[in-house]
């Protein structure tokens, strides 16, 4: 199996910053794209960001770009968020996904991670 963990949420105050990691684990022969998704309180799923393993990210439309940046670091199979000038709208459990192969010539599928909440106070 692909396990994915994401970490590095908490509390913060309104303009404040955190860095969210997700990091996958297992048995894993490649992985593809990355994202994150965030989910507010009552709300649906919002998709975050993208990035390809080349590291290009594409983002999701304002309020959220230049503000949020994410990264990859392939060796160790994780990914980044770092979240800067929070406000409390981005308040809720941040998930990663991830596409990837168990092994070679295996089907790509998707993995998902439990969550980390992510609180902004104003």
């Known amino acids: 199996q692909v396990q994915l963990v994401e970490s590095g949420g908490g509390l913060v105050q309104a303009g404040g910053s955190l860095r969210l990691s997700c990091a996958a684990s297992?048995?894993?022969?490649?992985?593809?794209?990355m994202r994150w998704y965030r989910q507010a309180p009552g709300k649906q799923y919002e998709w975050v960001v993208t990035?390809?393993?080349?590291?290009?990210?594409?983002s999701a439309d304002l309020p959220l770009k230049g503000r949020f940046t994410a990264s990859r670091d392939n060796a160790k199979n994780t990914m980044y968020l770092q979240m800067n000038r929070l406000k409390p709208e981005d308040t809720g459990v941040y998930y990663c996904?991830?596409?990837?192969?168990?092994?070679?010539?295996?089907?790509?599928?998707?993995?998902w991670g439990q969550g980390t909440q992510v609180t902004v106070s104003s």
């Open positions: 996904n991830a596409v990837a192969q168990r092994t070679r010539g295996s089907s790509w599928r998707d993995y």
């Open positions: 297992g048995t894993i022969y490649s992985i593809n794209d």
């Open positions: 990035i390809t393993p080349d590291g290009a990210a594409t």
